[in-house]
């Protein structure tokens, strides 16, 4: 996608020196483009961990860099104990999104056969590269498949535009191109189908607000940003055709962890029998569960995020306020779960299908039972060197 016409990926190798991964800093979107550079594991720890990168597909190919970046610093003679230690280490960053979990032990995996370290350094850089060239076509046939649900509404509106409700931001920035729930979009966008999308802000650290409106801005997308607490307000009265969100972890039995608030999204769409779909890759779906409220990791977050607000002041600073007295506790879920009875179906890189284990398993009959087996291998290999 396009940055002010300039075309860019949220992670890349610096072109100069190949040692370096750079990312956008989406912590500065809208206000400021910033681009900012990864030297180590510790580096990319730290991007997934603060958000300088984030969304689901972006955490797990940042991961994987950082265990190139790993190689890249390690020594010959312990080089395999770094890499293991490392790896353990990155997947701690953050809980939820299992991508970044699923493409380390990816790369565990295919790193395993290497017996030197310059070996192991080439191949990292290949395969993330690899990863990250994956998503992104992922991502573009998610929004393929996507396209024709909106273009199927869009014959019974008779020019109208097509409203489109999304949560959070799952969109370029979140998944390096065409992002998962925004790609649907861009290509119907680029197809001339009209449409119009309703930005929820998703506090409290305003991913809708800041990243998808930036994102849509850029494309030429018609838009408008809402209040979380209006989505239903809105469905109430019409204005809402369909609902497309994206999700960090979706389990096998179709239970989708996804920016806390998708679920009272979910229930709203329901109620007014509006559909909601989710669009995700098969790197976000974990095999392993099968009851996601209570299997799935809720990542709790400083309660600053709550408590301050970042924006832009009156005299064009970057700056923060606090909006919460600093005697009241704060609660900051990251995440909530959509039980899979509310989805009404799961746009994936193969195909859309209900969020049912037996409809998932026949999109994805050998990659589940392969992932299940790399997961709890390669999880015994780091408790192992614990």
């Known amino acids: 996608m396009k940055v002010n016409g300039t075309p860019y990926h949220t992670i890349w190798i610096n072109p100069g020196n190949p040692k370096v991964v750079q990312v ?9 483009f910033e681009i900012r550079e990864l030297k180590t594991s510790s ?3 730290d991007a997934i961990r603060n958000m300088t990168v984030r969304g689901a597909p972006l955490i797990g190919v940042t991961g994987a860099y950082g265990i190139y970046l790993c190689l890249v610093n390690s020594d010959e003679d312990n080089w395999k ?15 939820t999104a299992v991508n970044l ?13 290497c017996t030197d370290l310059d070996t192991a350094r080439n191949l990292a850089l290949e395969e993330a590269g690899r990863m990250k060239e994956r998503e992104i076509a992922w991502s573009e046939a998610i929004g393929n498949f996507g396209c024709e649900l909106i273009e199927a509404i869009s014959k019974t509106k008779n020019g109208e535009p097509v409203n ?18 925004t790609s649907p979009i861009y290509k119907a966008f680029h197809k001339n189908i009209p449409v119009h999308v309703w930005v929820d802000e998703t506090r409290p650290r305003n991913q809708g607000a800041r990243l998808t409106a930036w994102e849509l801005s850029q494309e030429g997308v018609p838009h408008t940003v809402i209040p979380d607490n209006a989505g239903g307000h809105l469905m109430q009265h019409g204005l809402v055709d369909i609902c497309i969100v994206g999700s960090d972890r979706t389990t096998a039995t179709g239970d989708v962890a996804n920016k806390i608030g998708t679920y009272l999204k979910a229930l709203a769409a ?4 509006i559909p909601f779909y989710v669009a995700l890759p098969s790197s976000s779906i974990d095999f392993t569960m099968k009851d996601g409220i209570i299997e799935i990791p809720i990542e709790q977050r400083e309660g ?20 919460v007295s600093v005697n009241s506790p704060v609660a900051n879920y990251g995440f909530d779960v959509t039980p899979a009875r509310l989805v009404t179906g799961l746009i994936t890189e193969r195909g859309i299908c209900e969020a049912k284990e037996e409809a998932i398993r026949e999109l994805f009959p050998i990659e589940g039972t392969t992932r299940t087996t790399r997961m709890t ?10």
């Not at 979990?101 to 056969?113: K, P, W």
């Not at 489109?164 to 729930?181: R, Y």
């Open 81 to 95: 104990e770094q890499l293991l230690l490392s790896a353990q280490y990155l997947k701690s960053a953050r809980p």
């Open 43 to 45: 580096d990319a720890f």
């Open 270 to 273: 329901y109620d007014n029998h």
């Open 24 to 32: 956008i800093d989406q912590r500065k979107l809208p206000f400021e």
């Open 164 to 181: 489109i409700l999304t949560h959070c931001n799952a969109g370029w920035l979140a998944c390096i191109d065409w992002g998962t729930a």
């Open 377 to 386: 291998r390669t999880t015994r290999m780091t408790e192992r060197r614990r």
């Open 304 to 323: 600053e995020e709550v408590s301050m607000m970042e924006g832009q002041l009156e005299n064009g600073a970057i700056g923060r306020i606090r909006i």
């Open 101 to 113: 979990v699923i493409l380390i032990d990816e790369m565990l995996a295919n790193l395993a056969g």
